[in-house]
């Protein structure tokens, strides 16, 4: 649930001015997405989102993320697309903040994905890097194994009052993933963040991707690594083989994976699980009690860290 | 803001199956309201609310507002229509709450109400009063003169922390408010919480009244009071005597006052004042530091009381 930005009728009229999507007919505050504020917008032309950027995201990288919603929409994949206003422009400022009117998709998120709904994410993202192969644009992943580094070490004496016992194994594959991170693999720009509430499906297709605020530059295989982890889950830590077999077969019958990305994918999806985990830690310790957004549980991730850390190779996850 | 209900796919599409509306295509919670849990609901014929109701609702209430929209609707008052499964009730169960799709309404709420607004919501108001003149149902207000009383001597310890002296000021309201309550006003069903969140225009006209559930029975020159609170004041308790002359000139286009519902209206008024001051000082005491909501600051309402203690007649609304 996010709206933390409150946007009123008569500074929507004169945001909407600079556009040619006529007067605004509803318009409604909607919980969607975590980091940013976002709208439903109804205009005389059809329907839209607002986002309204918060504070976490940096200004430098929303041409990167604009751009590549556009490159993706015009490939027909079905990602929103931003929404010019008449000087050409699609990113702008409302309240002193970023912000950007983007099309509208439909489709429902999944909250326990299907079989068959794994295997449509993992053609639909093969699908997106496809996509974005010849997208010229570059951002480096800041979230990616040098700053695990750093988050580990700024709240590691917090990492006992989850778990006792678990700051040493999240040390020990902190080092694994640090001696065994491949060095060279097919990259591009990657989602980075493809949770089921990120995917909308209509009539049993994937019909929207959306929230590319983590998008950057990565192994391609690395974005499958994430959503081995967000999609294939059971509760306690228990990995459903099955829906993990559909997303890697679904990825493959667009694009095969290279011998060096199979022997990668435990590595790659250790590093994932490591990535929810310490961005969950920080927000977990460092969200004062009165916020308006409960942060997700780290233990999710601890418990999917100890799958990983016995994986022995692809075959473990359906490969 | 308040989405306090969680939905899945899953369980929206079962609660589906019951209707008639086809499968949903887009599902989305949204911050409209307080009290309840409020979707926007998209399916293959069209685009609905979804409201679950909280634990502040009464689920005997719940057919009075359910049939009182129903009513309206059905006379062309722009009130959301409850929509009736295939077994012909509107009103149903959604994870063990009380559930209703209601029709979608377009257009916007006002933040700052124009004179123009004002006029439109004051004949807006009387419409609504003829509409539902016919109205068979009866809810008592539990939100009147005995509640406020009671709600006072539960709280009263703490108004002196609000502003020193505000006490005594309160106590002297009611004992006023006690003494001169008008007895015998033309009543009927009211809204009771019509605030310009709770109005939608479009192209200059109301389009659009939702939120029917502090809806009752009671005098209809209350539900004018509540308006000129919530409409014609400007901040620091000013009250802004053009949006007073127009929402009571508006009113009497379609419906005359009496000359005693003319006399009542600084008493209906203080009494309007008195209630939000009252639940959202209770609120404000109550709520914990980690709720969801924010709630509503009561020292708005203490400086309207202020205006209040002071008018003389109709005269000092613009009547």
New interface residues.
């Given amino acids: 649930?996010a709206?933390y930005t409150d946007i009123?009728?008569?500074t929507?009229a004169t945001f909407l001015s600079e556009y040619d999507l006529g007067a605004?007919?509803?318009?409604?505050?909607?919980?969607?997405g975590v980091e940013n504020s976002n709208f439903?917008l109804?205009t005389e032309t059809g329907r839209y989102i607002l986002t309204v950027f918060e504070k976490r995201a940096k200004a430098e990288d929303l041409p990167f993320f604009m751009n590549m919603m556009r490159h993706l929409a015009i490939k027909d994949f079905p990602a929103p697309l931003p929404v010019e206003a008449r000087d050409g422009e699609a990113l702008r400022t409302l309240k002193g903040k970023p912000a950007v009117i983007i099309s509208?998709l439909?489709?429902?998120?999944?909250?326990?994905p299907s079989s068959s709904q794994c295997r449509r994410l993992g053609a639909g993202l093969a699908r997106f890097h496809a996509a974005l192969a010849d997208f010229g644009m570059q951002r480096p992943n800041d979230l990616s194994l040098p700053t695990w580094l750093d988050m580990f070490a700024a709240r590691e004496d917090q990492v006992d009052q989850l778990v006792p016992g678990l700051h040493d194994l999240i040390a020990a594959d902190l080092a694994a993933l640090k001696e065994d991170w491949p060095k060279d693999l097919p990259s591009g720009a990657i989602h980075a963040d493809l949770f089921p509430d990120n995917a909308?499906f209509?009539d049993g297709e994937l019909s929207g991707v959306i929230d590319f605020y983590f998008a950057c530059t990565d192994f391609l295989a690395y974005d499958i690594a994430v959503c081995l982890n967000a999609w294939c889950f059971e509760t306690r830590g228990e990995f459903n083989i099955t829906k993990g077999q559909a997303l890697l077969s679904g990825y493959q019958t667009e694009r095969r994976l290279s011998p060096d990305e199979c022997e990668a994918i435990p590595t790659l999806a250790r590093g994932a699980a490591m990535r929810f985990f310490l961005t969950r830690l920080i927000d977990w310790a460092d969200t004062p009690?009165?916020?308006?957004v409960r942060p997700k549980n780290p233990l999710d991730y601890a418990e999917r860290l100890g799958f990983h850390r016995r994986a022995k190779g692809i075959e473990d996850y359906g490969g």
Avoid: C, N, T, Y
């Fill in positions: 649930m709206v009123d009728d008569e929507l605004a007919r509803a318009f409604k505050g909607i919980a969607e439903l109804e509208f439909q489709g429902m998120s999944p909250r326990s909308f209509l009690k009165d916020a308006l």
